[in-house]
């Protein structure tokens, strides 16, 4: 039995609910990333053992928490309560400042102010914390409204008079943890900052489009280093073998797509062309096959991760592996 597994048996058993960390569960699982297979069967497990974990599995922040508790047996209408679970569609969670007040990092947390507090306060707490903005909370779930340099700068060009936070704020948008990624991406882009609210309904955080943006980076950059090793693969094999070599290997007649060119093939193919000895001898390139066959094998495995889009951040190896064959590749074709 899975380690993961397991512990959600012994929150059954228990009968009470369990608060653990997003990675803590990650890791119980025995990977470093939640793909989407690992978001199946974790969620598989939840029903199995008849729990819940909220917020859900998909959508918890990863460097926050998620609790896990036994369904409850009748919800107020009488009916059996299931739990609800999504796709694994990329979140508004996975940005990191979508959930300070819940982050595992003991010196990060949602810094607010009430829009009693004066300017002189705001201001410096902006330039000790170097933010652009501070929210105005009149309680966990209640938003007030938004303090920032623009605002103040807005306020005064118009001869208001500045004495609390309250005399020079302007409103802000609000935004659920679980919102589609790319959905709230206009809506941040747009507003230039939104506030996020938790699976508990309380503000939890504040989302830039800087943090969007840095996130977008972390995200795309395997995107592009899969896009190049394939782009190099086909420079390597375009030429030199014919369809008749490929067919050999692949005997594409039984594929339901049609092989007109080398970009038909899917990187798995890539991978058994190199495997096959006198396809490779044909490319004529001094290199050990076996050493090339395996980077190629190791990015297939990561590159199936990426196309359904982990909601992690690539992990620094992975990464690596990729920038490696990217740039082994891109010798070959240089001396080619």
């Known amino acids: 039995m899975n380690r993961l597994e397991a512990t959600f048996q012994e929150i059954k058993k228990s009968k009470k609910p369990s608060k653990l960390s997003t990675r803590q569960v990650i890791n119980e699982y025995g990977v470093s990333r939640r793909g989407w297979r690992v978001i199946n069967n974790v969620n598989a497990w939840l029903e199995k053992h008849e729990l819940i974990m909220e917020p859900s ?4 922040n990863f460097y926050g928490f998620v609790e896990i508790s036994p369904i409850p047996t009748l919800q107020v209408n009488g009916e059996l309560k299931k739990p609800k679970y999504t796709d694994a569609i990329p979140r508004l969670s996975i940005i990191k400042s979508s959930d300070l007040n819940n982050s595992e990092e003991k ?4 810094i607010s102010i009430k829009k009693e507090t004066s300017l002189v306060e705001a201001v410096t707490l902006m330039i000790k914390h170097n933010f652009s903005q501070l929210p105005i909370l009149t309680s966990k779930n209640e938003v007030y409204g938004l303090v920032s340099w623009k605002s103040i700068g ?3 060009s118009l001869g208001k008079t500045c004495k609390q936070v309250k005399d020079c704020f302007e409103p802000v948008e609000v935004l659920n943890y679980d919102e589609p990624l790319f959905k709230a991406v206009k809506i941040i882009l747009e507003k230039e900052v939104v ?3 938790d699976y508990k309904r309380e503000i939890s955080g504040i989302i830039t489009a800087t943090d969007i943006g840095e996130q977008f980076l972390i995200l795309s950059e395997p995107f592009f280093l899969i896009e190049q090793i394939e782009n190099l693969i086909r420079r390597i094999l375009d030429d030199i073998l014919t369809f008749d070599d490929i067919n050999s290997v692949l005997d594409v007649n039984k594929y339901d ?9 899917s990187f798995g193919h890539y991978v058994r062309i190199i495997e096959n000895e006198s396809l490779f001898k044909k490319l004529n390139i001094n290199i050990d096959r076996v050493i090339l066959q395996k980077m190629l094998s190791e990015v297939n495995i990561i590159r199936n991760e990426v196309m359904h889009f982990n909601p992690e951040e ?3 190896a ?19």
């Open 57 to 60: 599995f998909e959508a918890a």
């Open 154 to 156: 807005k306020a005064l």
């Open 318 to 336: 992975d990464l690596e592996k990729l920038r490696e064959t990217r740039d082994f590749l891109l010798i070959i074709v240089e001396h080619k």
């Open 195 to 197: 506030m996020i609210k």
């Open 257 to 265: 797509k049609e092989i007109k060119h080398l970009s038909d093939l």
């Open 314 to 316: 690539m992990g620094t």
């Open 107 to 110: 010196n990060v947390s949602l």
